[in-house]
């Protein structure tokens, strides 16, 4: 009987784990949606860990050859802060734009704005065997900059 209740207490805590884990970052909106009247979004990235965390912002486009996506680094949407530190309980503003009138004209819907966490770098824990976990979110970029 024990041995059946710790096997589903374990299995609960480990189902609930990945959301408690990473349940301290907050991303709104949670799609940037870019037109010919509106060029710039802003976005709100919350940190509610404990801890101080350190983040990249990249832009992807994804591209279509021969039946499979491959992801390129964007030229013609960019992203500010392009890196950036967020204390505990602290928001930073990221805005996306668009950066070129070559995309004028047709509809986009391949991009994504990639929010990279970087790894910790503490000294205390340097010849430690440990595991450093961190996130990265996708958020999807729709360009839609058609004539009608």
């Known amino acids: ?12 805590l480990i189902s609930i784990l990945p959301s408690l884990t990473y349940a301290g970052y907050n991303i709104a909106p949670v799609k ?7 060029k710039i979004e802003t976005m709100q990235f919350t940190n509610g860990n404990n801890k101080e965390g350190r983040f990249q ?19 013609d949407v960019i992203v500010t802060p392009g890196m950036f530190k967020l204390a505990p309980s602290q928001t930073q503003t990221i805005r996306v734009a668009i950066n070129s009138n070559t995309i004028y004209g047709k509809q986009e819907d391949g991009y994504k704005l ?4 970087l790894p910790h770098r503490d000294t205390r ?24």
């Open 114 to 117: 990639v929010i990279k966490e």
């Open 32 to 38: 940037v949606q870019l037109n010919k009247n509106k």
């Open 125 to 148: 824990v340097a010849n430690a065997n440990f595991v450093n976990l961190v996130t990265e979110f996708r958020v999807p970029i729709s360009i839609d900059i058609s004539n009608n």
């Open 57 to 75: 912002l990249i832009v992807l486009k994804q591209q279509n050859k021969n039946g499979k996506s491959t992801y390129t680094e964007a030229k």
């Open 1 to 12: 009987m024990k041995k059946n209740l710790y096997t589903k207490l374990f299995i609960f």
